[in-house]
């Protein structure tokens, strides 16, 4: 991944920016240390580099004061009621960077575009000069940029790469030796190389080195711990503040649960939360889409006396024929939402499907629970 955000980095864009690219992917994939690397790498190539927070228009305008900061520019009080876009601190840094001549490049890290129902892309820096990365969970935040924008996905780490993350809290003679890599290794496969949550254990397995405790020790507690006491770990807040992220396994996701939600509100025909949640059911390896269809084909046949056993999302989701044959548009338009945010992906392999990640059917499956409890 990192190699590929510098090959596309490389293209030309050629909509208002000389180059562009939008970095996706599941929160606590790793996006932002991603960019983050790739900044430190090559902040002498830009003159001036920008990181700017909108995760919601609080953040952003907070950080477009910072940015007028950063370059000396003058701040003028904004007036109450004024659109973001059109607020002192935006209007100068952004006509500022379309100033800029093309010898004089620039970077901007538009980072956690995840709510794209406020006008995120009146807020885009724009100028022949310049370089802007954008960080999302939601694929169509490539939009934002205009053009053929490039995507890089973010997704599980390379095998190594996420032993390496683990590691990375010690030096290198402490954990020397196969048999720590070993552990290391288990410890990611649990974790299904999530960024967010090996990051969560790195930092607990180095509180109990600083206890005392010898790495190889420590790594086996955390294992034990991880088989008897999942839910608790992957809840635990004692360890999030210390991380990049400041979540947890079971807030990180939130933010794109309650998308779903909100998108279930607006149309009546999709039902991403609920599917999801009979994904937690099944094999998240490879879940074939073919599944369904067969469903709906024994649904059609037994209607009479199976579909007052169903839930109503469910009927609706498979009762989707056109004369003889199965449309399954609701099917494929509730899976495109799922697939939007990341929280399934394309499964390879001679039958068309999808795969879960193994933390977000916990989380999913969590939800639902809970969900019933209360009901």
């Known amino acids: 991944m990192w190699q590929e955000l510098g090959e596309k980095l490389g293209k030309a864009h050629g909509t208002g920016l000389a180059h562009a690219v939008a970095v996706i992917g599941l929160d606590g ?190 790594s086996r507690q955390y294992l034990a711990d991880y088989r008897h006491h999942q839910d608790k770990l992957l809840r635990d807040e004692e360890f999030a503040l210390t991380t990049a992220y400041k979540k947890t396994v079971w807030t990180v996701w939130e933010t794109t649960l309650s998308s779903l939600r909100k998108a279930e509100q607006l149309q009546s025909d999709i039902c991403p939360v609920q599917l999801l949640g009979f994904f937690t059911l099944l094999n998240g390896a490879h879940i074939q889409d073919e599944l369904f269809q ?29 004369g003889d044959e199965w449309n399954g548009f609701s099917y494929r338009a509730t899976l495109r939402y799922l697939l939007r945010y990341g929280l399934v992906r394309p499964s390879n392999g001679c039958w068309k499907g999808v795969m879960v990640h193994s933390l977000l059917q916990w989380r999913a499956r969590e939800e639902i629970d809970r969900e019933d409890r209360e009901d």
């Not at 892309?121 to 954008?134: D, E, R």
């Not at 939009?143 to 809290?169: I, S």
């Not at 709906?296 to 024929?321: E, T």
Request: glycine fraction near 8%; charge should be negative; charged fraction near 25%.
């Open 29 to 218: 994939t790793g996006k932002t240390q991603l960019v983050l690397r790739y900044v430190e790498e090559h902040e002498e190539d830009y003159g001036t580099v920008l990181w700017i927070d909108v995760r919601s228009e609080e953040t952003a305008r907070s950080s477009y004061e910072r940015c007028c900061r950063t370059a000396g520019l003058p701040i003028e009080a904004a007036t109450g009621g004024v659109p973001l876009q059109d607020t002192p601190a935006v209007q100068a840094v952004l006509s500022w960077l379309r100033s800029k001549g093309e010898d004089k490049r620039w970077l901007a890290v538009v980072d956690n575009a995840d709510d794209l129902s406020w006008d995120v892309s009146g807020i885009m820096p724009k100028g022949k000069a310049g370089t802007v990365i954008v960080t999302s969970q939601d694929a169509q935040a490539a939009r934002l940029l205009g053009g053929r924008t490039p995507t890089v996905k973010v997704d599980a780490m390379e095998p190594e790469e996420a032993v390496r993350l683990v590691l990375n809290y010690f030096d290198e003679r402490v954990y020397r030796g196969d048999a720590c890599w070993g552990l290391a290794k288990k410890i990611t496969e649990c974790l299904n190389r999530l960024a967010l949550a090996m990051d969560l254990a790195g930092e607990r397995i180095v509180a109990d080195v600083k206890n005392g405790n010898d790495i190889a020790v420590a």
């Open 294 to 322: 067969l469903a709906s084909f024994g649904l059609q046949k037994s209607r009479h006396s199976l579909s007052a056993d169903l839930p109503s999302w469910m009927h609706s989701l498979l009762a989707d024929w056109e």
